[in-house]
């Protein structure tokens, strides 16, 4: 067990809604990232947060967006949902922003968009 | 930006057998490198990594991979596998003193036939 926690396991939406994932990281770690994960595809990177503040994002489009809470959880929110959404989505926390340190992952949300 | 190929998509091995995972990346300055290991229905999690120093190094379960600078290559090898090593195996690669993201390849399943 890794200690991190993701919530729900499972969500089914129809394209055009909005969604909220939530994520609760190993104690101790202050930074979070969040990864989608198509199937037959490894995980790539959405963004990053360090101390409640966005540290760095990856190529997806503003639609998707996040937070980071006093207690080091966060969310992730994506609006305006499209088919190519479906995915598994990946919370991770590590200490020190990540750097030079391992990331744990949770076991993720899968998301279907209908 | 940094990219990771991994060329095989499913390995199929006996117990007992070697196994060697091939991972190049693409980027133009200094990595750090990672395996990545997912059981089946448990969370992604570390196997190696690689920052600096002894090309050579060794992750849990007898996992070793070798950082080959000059071929851009970070293969995983085990001398004789068994059932249990049945996975799906990511490489990724992130920016030397990054605290950003990981970039993972697409995966390797492995599958160990008893």
């Known amino acids: 067990e890794t200690g991190v926690t993701q919530s729900p396991t499972h969500l089914i939406k129809t394209r055009g809604q909005q969604v909220t994932l939530r994520c609760s990281s190993q104690s101790g770690h202050n930074t979070v990232s969040w990864y989608q994960q198509a199937l037959g595809q490894g995980p790539q990177f959405i963004f990053q947060y360090y101390r409640e503040e966005e540290n760095g994002r990856g190529n997806f489009p503003p639609r998707f967006s996040g937070l980071q809470f006093p207690n080091y959880s966060s969310e992730l929110n994506v609006n305006a949902l499209e088919l190519d959404d479906s995915a598994l989505y990946l919370c991770?926390?590590?200490?020190?922003?990540?750097?030079?340190?391992?990331?744990?992952f949770g076991s993720g949300t899968q998301l279907s968009v209908l | 930006a940094q990219s990771v190929s991994q060329h095989n998509h499913h390995v199929i091995l006996s117990e007992a057998a070697s196994l060697e995972l091939g991972c190049n990346y693409s980027?133009?300055?200094?990595?750090?490198l990672f395996w990545y290991v997912q059981y089946p229905g448990q969370h992604l999690q570390l196997l190696l990594k690689?920052?600096?120093?002894?090309?050579l190094v060794k992750g849990i379960k007898g996992f070793e991979a070798e950082f080959i600078k000059s071929k851009f290559s970070f293969n995983l090898r085990k001398p004789s596998v068994q059932w249990s090593d049945t996975a799906e195996y990511f490489c990724?690669?992130?920016?030397?003193?990054?605290?950003?993201?990981?970039?993972f390849g697409s995966g390797t399943q492995l599958t160990v036939l008893p």
């Open positions: 991770a926390s590590s200490e020190k922003e990540g750097r030079g340190e391992k990331l744990f």
């Open positions: 690689y920052f600096s120093g002894d090309p």
């Open positions: 990724a690669v992130r920016p030397s003193g990054s605290a950003r993201q990981l970039t």
């Open positions: 980027y133009g300055g200094t990595v750090n």
